[in-house]
């Protein structure tokens, strides 16, 4: 059977970078191969190669036998082939149904027929049992919904390929569960999907074959049958990784985080944290477990003087914090690994090293009086970019140019190389590769034997229960249980999050 | 938003009412000053349809003023030296798309920051002008069509169907516009492009040809605005004579939140503020030095501004580049 997908020595070059080097893939129909690779690694820029969004130096990509001319996106999608993107690629003033039809619009005369549209998205929606609201504006909804329609918008056109860019990087378990639920079923009906993680259980889940990439080379083709999430690993890192992680006992002290009373609103004026009441002490980690929505954002913005409390107060080692004052906050050794880094922990267009000073720019070793230190802040950056292993041409870099990988590593060298009393991270390895996560847990671990107080928000349950020494569940914007992490098994912990008893 | 609706209703309401008052009491005078609104207004508008094709696919056009300029130029002395109107109309018309095709060019392919070449069109236009301009000639200018039948309706006959070719012309490309932005694929992949062009460009639509297409054919809307400015309404040409239409249509367009019809209704009421004043001046009713009622469209656009700064959302890819590739 000729392949529905063949790559063969495709090259890309960026200025400085080489993205892939004569990598060779192929994909047939009704067969799952999983893509998998570090940030960085290049997995991205071939797919977009094959989409059209890049055009390789040098190779050849054929779909069905047929040749792709270099960037022709029209051409790809023409011959069949569907493409989730990992940025979403939606108008957020459209409306769903505008959104999906872009492109190819169905005609009245020289008009959009919108009826048509809206039929032709309902129809759409309940083919693949994916729930979408045709009249919604896109900016008015969740992530998993705007996921929902970028997989629609690539199914519309009777896809033969269906490529997917880190679809589950966003998503909860449950809409993960779901979205793996319709590859399957997209392959058992002839469908050749090609998928990029960096979720090896996602892999083993239900990836025929894996393809994994490392330096923009191929390094290995195996299938989940042959080996093992270590297996996966080591063949994408290139070394050994630990995906248990190793920590000492934690030798807790006063407490350092209180929160007392806490209550918060979300977005839409709900009560989202309910009179909450946590405390951390120094030298430990408080793990924050729940499903998404519960709050958990809401209690991280709060505590980080991002969000407007209503009652209740926040005290770092017995002093009040400030309501609504970012700065004043990490001024008393509040560090924040923000849940969105591209908006809350980055400016894209800084420098690398202009970031890693972002909230101590004005201060002391980095400025004196109204006269930043030059050479302090090439020093910091020199000696964290090397120590914290971020990957990057120069400090001169502008933070939007990295990998997703590299952005968190910035930020968390910003944030964990300070002196600091509290941690608060949320999210702090959503979406990075498990080289980076390995080392974002260590960082974590050795702010804590440092004697920081450690407040860890993670939507990941196995990140909790590896990092954690105490485990806080929370449901509908409280602390439903506290668990020592000896007494926090997998199952209960789930059965509390989703607001049973025990 | 619904204030904002319940306030551009009242204030219909309320033009609509004191025009009906004042027609009662002068009919003439009155229909004479509406009609002189939309004169006066048109070229605003339809410079302010130059700014929404624009900006509605992501391109910043500040260079609407040296279109006008130039457009207006051209087809003067094109009218002047083949004592024909028509030729006039299509040599501006020309003009205008050449001035936006340039617009595209240094915007899109050269990728330069927009802002400064829409500044390079408006000086190019100005020392253009000025250098080649010669004094002392006449042009045929455009002549008046009353639509018969239409022409006879009291009131609105004088309004809407007594003027010239550019007007209707003008009006009915408005319109069109309108529909064509809302209500065709042109208009929602041009919006789309405006707003996210990666969202286009992964549907298969091709950010740079839209982008180019859209620059240019607002370039021709531009042209026929300047041609309307010297063969139509003023029928000379003088240096800098548009005194800054440009800049006030670019205004107008915020603040008809960079929809034709909102932009339109915007013109016409800047129309009608210029028409009153007129009249008052020419009535010898009130006795404010010209100079101050030649200030009146300015400050007018300037507490427009203030009025709806901070409410408007522009469309969100305005100003920038695409790049395709991305690493």
Sequence with gaps: MSALLEITNVTKTFPGVVANESISVSVSAGEIVALLGENGAGKSTLVKSVFGMVRPDSGEIRIKGELIAPGDTGGAIARGVGMVHQHFQLVPVMTVTENIILGDEPKRGIFINIKAARAEVIALSEKYGLEVDPDALVEDLPVGTQQRIEILKALRKDVDLLILDEPTAVLTPQETDELLQVMKNLAASGVGVLFITHKLREVMAVADRVVVLRNGRVAGSTSPKETDEEGLAQLMVGRNVVLQVEKGEAKPAAPTLEIKALSVNDDRKHLAVDALDLEVRAGEIVGVAGVEGNGQRELVEAICGMRPRLSGEVLVAGAPTPDMHPHGVHAMGVSHIPEDREKHGLVSSYSIEDNLVLNQFDRAPFAQGWIRNVATLEENATRLVEEFDIRTPSIKTTAGALSGGNKQKVVVARELSQDTRVVVAAQPTRGVDVGSIEFIHNQLIAARDGGAAVLLVSAELDEILSLADRVAVMFGGKIVSILDAKEAERGLVGRLMAGLSA | MKKLLSFKWLLTLLLVAITG???????????????????????????????????????????????????????FFTASATDSDFYGVVAAVIAGTASGVLLAFMSISWKMDQIIAGTIINILATGLTSFLYKQGHTAPTTSQIDIPWLSQIPFFGQVLFMH??????????????????????????????????????????????????????????????????????????????????????????????????????????????QAITNQLMFSQIVKIPDQFVNMLPYILTIVVLAISAGKVRPPAAEGQQYEKEQA
């Design chain 2, 21 to 75: 008052y004042f027609y009662s009491k002068d009919g003439v005078i009155t229909s004479s000053v509406v009609s002189t609104a939309l004169i006066f207004g048109l070229p605003l508008a339809l410079a302010a349809m130059v700014g929404i094709m624009c900006e509605r696919t992501g391109i910043v056009n500040i260079g609407i003023e040296g279109t006008l300029l130039f457009s207006a130029f051209v087809g």
């Design chain 2, 164 to 273: 010239g070719p550019i007007v209707y012309i003008g009006l009915v490309l408005i319109f069109v516009l309108y529909i064509a932005l809302f209500h065709t694929a042109w208009g929602l992949r041009s919006r789309a492009v405006g707003e996210h062009p990666g969202s286009a460009d992964t549907a298969g639509v091709s950010v740079f040809k839209l982008r180019y297409l859209n620059v240019s054919i607002a370039g021709a809307v531009g042209g026929l605005a300047g041609a309307y400015l010297s063969l139509e309404l003023v029928g000379s040409w003088d240096r800098g004579f548009t005194a800054g239409k440009g800049f006030t249509a670019l205004a107008l367009m915020i603040f008809g939140r960079w929809n034709p019809m909102g932009a339109l209704a915007a013109a016409m009421f800047f129309g009608l503020t």
